[in-house]
């Protein structure tokens, strides 16, 4: 396949130019390689490489002066700041570094299309001047600051650059005008030198300066890559540069403009597909890529261009297994490893100062897959044990001293790295950031052949901290945590993981710019969508739109001809291309489908295949579970029958059979995470200890009024000890915590007003049992091993006579919760008649024991539903809503249960019936 690079070089040859000394300046480091590549293809004799540099190389070299990272260059802007601000009226380095960001891109933007610099400023400051009531009399300080400010603009300038020149550094922008200043010395002193430029569009006012100069003396020649389809076309963008370049360099009034080529019109295949979210556009270039290696056996001269640069990984990981020969241009940025993660965590807590540290932010630290390991010591796992000990003790702030306690001796150096000292000074927070990855890498080090990336990720953090300390050292405007943050994430933003991989075969991943110069027969462009390609409109500058408008200064509709081209000039050369878009416009990334992707159709040059991709989603049919009861399940269920079924196990079969073969049988627990705020289940218990206090003495005896009282003068003082027993350290001083406690108190309180009103209107109660606990066989003849039903009960009393059983319930319960009609259902239906089942349950293993009489009468009362009082269970009638109800429990009751409850034990027990999941 003929390529650009290699049509430059054929005509250089056959121009007989003696490609050693020529010196090659492309757009792209990139590009260079590809260069050389396609140089040793071409000439047929052994020759010296040529001197090959990117137009940034070039111009550093014209400069003499040197690139600084962002980050760096901040620091040295507030140099001139504070040197040129009043003390009083300075700011703190984390809010200067807000809005230096966007001063220093008009900066480089202004000295890049070589902008007068005093004329644009105070321009700028008489646009403030009049936005801001300039003509009041009295300015406020607000205002007057302000427009002071504005003022200062080229001052700061003058000083910022003069300081950066004698330190031999610069921003982009600099070095630019710089190289343009030193231009006449760098001709005067390489007038042997011949240079080509090669692959470029869009100019700065400094580039085309420098390429015409070098030109009109002889000295270069320069290679478009433009098509006449483009070129002619005067409403084409992407055409828009070479256009005027071609009309305003005096150079082509008299030199031939190379070269205007006729490639695009040429016969493609050209599909566009349509994909509905970014991952489902990844894993179909998988589809696609899989398809082409099958089809040609080979994925030699094929890019995959991503529009979107996260798109990345999703495309890593949707990449057929079959491909062999693989290069990524763009590197793996370091924000999304593992360990960035890790220090994220870190500065977040220590951002505000304190004592004591949220237990989610501590359990997400130590759990973390870097710092696990390191609590391993003597065969003990610390960070489960820290773990276990919050959620068993309810510690929802702990501070240093208590991870101490806990852990062993040996990992208190590592907890005080984690958690200690970050706020006592930078110098100690950046010394535990380097002292936490030595550790982390004495670790890996240990079994270094299966950890070498995570050591890789280790270095680059080390080469990332080293720097932080470079610069604070340096320049010492770090002076809290959150500012300290703020450049960690500015460094780590520009920092990326290099992928190892084969640079000129196989397939080729990269992004759009990284496209430049380069030519493939095959190209997948992706993220074809509004908002990524083109990027749209975005005005992050100072600089208003008139100003840039006036001052040639380019806005988003260059930047817009900037994509165009791009775009276009990957299809120029290439004859099969697919480029897929996003149906599912997203308010973050992009919009609807690219005007790129509209314009191919109206230009209709070529035909394009549109297709609308619908992913193909298996139907999953929601088969419910079905575990057949083994030999080993069958003896754990007559362990379980033998130690007695709970009316709540039995309840949860009802439920679901699947829940109580987790539970019981695989003995699996719920998650229980540390309680923030009370649970349902900690209230319940602490309103049942505390009933269990007040009436365990009153055993055997009438309850009378004063006794009630007396109850009541003791609910502060035993509401709080059972809470500190059962939420254990956790704080119910304030928040949501208070208001369960005050309602704990409450819900009691109000429980001892109904006792007492009900003793005043001359009803008799006697307390005869209190949490008690029962463990009774039930004679089942079909099964042959003992079953026992156990169980607590909350109360059994003697109301006017009449036994009841009670059951206390927290929640919110009605009558209709407590009444059955017909008996079949009490094992069926968990919604309507769990409740009936336990009363009843207990009411059985009551009667069983011999500790009651019949008939009696069992229900429940509801906390927060105390008007109700106690809600007994009924037998209805089936002759409708308003029959007669059965509130007594009778040996025919319990017979009638008991029937049901045989039934339910001999299904569970049944080898032939498995654990079949319902619909909850």
């Not at 261009?305 to 079959?322: A, Q």
């Not at 790295?417 to 927070?429: G, M, P, Q, R, V």
């Not at 780590?492 to 496209?515: A, C, N, R, V, Y």
Request: proline share 3%; aromatic share 12%.
């Amino acid at each position: 396949m003929a390529t650009f690079i290699s049509d430059v070089l054929i005509d250089l040859q056959n121009k007989s130019e003696n490609l050693s000394s020529i010196t090659f300046v492309l757009p792209s480091k990139r590009a260079g390689l590809f260069l050389k590549n396609q140089l040793s293809q071409i000439v047929q004799e052994s020759i010296f490489s040529p001197n090959i540099l990117s137009i940034e190389e070039f111009v550093e070299k014209l400069s003499q002066l040197k690139t600084i990272s962002n980050t760096e260059l901040l620091f040295e802007f507030y140099n001139t700041y504070t040197f040129l601000t009043k003390k009083e009226d300075q700011e703190a380095f984390e809010s200067f570094s807000k809005w230096a960001q966007i001063l220093l891109q008009d900066f480089n933007e202004i000295d890049r299309y070589l902008i007068p610099q005093k004329q644009i400023f105070n321009y700028l400051s008489a646009i403030q001047d009049l936005n801001h009531w300039s003509l009041d009399v009295n300015k406020t300080d607000f205002v007057t600051n302000y427009l002071s400010f504005w003022k200062k603009l080229h001052n700061y300038y003058n000083h910022f650059t003069e300081q950066l020149i004698l330190k031999k550094i610069g921003y982009q922008g600099l070095i630019y005008r710089e190289a343009v200043e030193n231009l006449e010395n760098y001709i005067q002193n390489n007038q042997n030198t011949q240079h080509v430029f090669l692959g470029f569009n869009a100019l700065n006012s400094s580039e085309e300066t420098i390429i015409q100069e070098l030109l009109q003396c002889g000295l270069a020649e320069i290679y478009w890559d433009i098509d006449e389809v483009f070129i002619n076309n005067p409403i084409h963008d992407a055409g828009l540069f070479t256009r005027t370049h071609k009309k305003n360099w005096n150079y082509f009034k008299t030199n031939t403009f190379n070269w205007i080529t006729n490639n695009y019109s040429k016969d493609k295949n050209i599909s566009v597909f349509g994909i509905p979210k970014n991952i489902g556009q990844a894993k179909f270039i998988g589809t696609i890529l899989n398809k082409l290696k099958t089809e040609k056996g080979y994925l030699n001269n094929t890019a995959v261009v991503l529009g979107d640069e996260n798109l990345l990984i999703p495309v890593l990981n949707s990449l057929p297994s079959n491909i062999e020969a693989l290069n990524i241009t763009m590197g793996f940025p370091l924000k999304s490893i593992p360990l960035a993660s890790l220090f994220e965590n870190l500065f977040h807590i220590h951002k505000n100062p304190a004592n004591a540290f949220y237990y989610k932010d501590i359990i997400k630290i130590i759990s973390h897959q870097f710092i696990r390991p390191l609590f391993y010591n003597k065969d003990v796992d610390y960070a489960s044990k820290v773990i276990e000990t919050i959620e068993s003790n309810n510690l929802i702030y702990i501070n240093i001293e208590r991870l101490k306690e806990i852990t062993d001796a040996t990992n208190n150096t590592l907890i005080e790295i984690l958690f200690e000292n970050w706020n006592k000074t930078i110098e100690f927070a950046l010394k535990n950031c380097s002292n936490l990855i030595l550790i982390i890498k004495n670790y890996l080090d240990k079994n270094k052949s299966s950890n070498l990336l995570s050591l890789e990720y280790a270095f680059r953090f080390n080469e990332l901290f080293n720097e932080l300390i470079r610069l604070n050292s340096k320049y010492n405007y770090i002076k809290d945590i959150t500012t300290l943050h703020r450049v960690y994430k500015e460094l780590l933003s520009s920092e990326t993981l290099d992928f190892k991989g084969e640079p000129l075969q196989g397939l080729q991943i990269m992004g759009m710019l990284e496209s430049r110069v380069l030519d493939f027969e095959t190209v997948i462009i992706s993220s074809v969508n509004e908002g990524i390609l083109p990027a749209g409109k975005s005005n992050n500058s100072f600089i208003p739109y008139d100003v840039k408008l006036e001052n040639n200064l380019p806005t988003y509709k260059e930047k817009d001809a900037v994509y165009t081209y791009h775009f276009y000039r990957l299809l120029q050369r290439a004859k099969n291309i697919f480029i897929l878009y996003n149906t599912e416009s997203d308010v973050l990334t992009g919009g609807e489908k690219s005007r790129f992707i509209t314009q191919l159709e109206i230009e209709n040059i070529h035909k394009l295949s549109h297709h609308i991709v619908t992913p193909t989603v298996p139907i999953i049919n929601n088969t419910l579970n079905v575990i057949e009861k083994t030999p080993q399940v069958i003896d754990t269920i007559i362990k379980i029958a033998e130690n007695g079924f709970s009316p709540s196990s039995l309840t949860n079969y009802i439920r679901n059979p699947i829940d109580f073969y987790y539970q019981k049988i695989l003995n699996i627990k719920e998650y229980d995470d540390a309680e923030e705020t009370v649970a349902a289940n900690t209230l319940g218990t602490v309103i049942h200890n505390t009933l269990q206090d007040f009436y365990t003495p009153l055993l055997g005896t009438f309850l009378s009024v004063d006794a009630i009282k007396t109850m009541k003068l003791q609910i502060e003082k035993t509401v709080t000890h059972h809470f500190k027993a059962v939420y254990k350290e956790g704080d119910i001083t304030k928040g949501k915590n208070l208001i369960v406690f005050e309602i704990a108190k409450r819900y009691i309180s109000n429980f001892l007003d109904i006792e007492i009103s009900d003793l005043k209107q001359g009803n008799q109660i006697k307390i005869l049992a209190i949490e008690a606990e029962n463990n009774v066989v039930i004679d089942i003849s079909e099964l042959h091993f003992p079953v026992k039903i156990t169980g607590k009960i909350d109360r059994v009393d003697e109301y006017n006579g009449t036994t009841r059983i009670i059951d206390y319930k927290t929640g919110n319960v009605a009558q209709g919760e407590v009444e059955i009609v017909n008996w079949e259902d009490i094992t069926t239906d968990y919604k309507k008649y769990s409740k009936p089942f336990q009363i009843l349950a207990y009411a059985y293993m009551m009667q069983q024991s011999k500790q009651i009489n019949l008939p009696i009468e069992a229900g429940i009362i509801s906390f927060k539903n105390l008007k109700a009082g106690f809600l007994k269970f009924a037998k209805k009638d089936k002759s409708g809503a308003y029959a007669k109800k059965d509130t007594l429990i009778t040996s025919e009751t319990l017979e009638n249960f008991t029937k049901e409850l045989k039934k339910l034990i001999i299904e569970i027990c049944n080898p032939n019936i498995p654990f079949t999941e319902k619909e909850v």
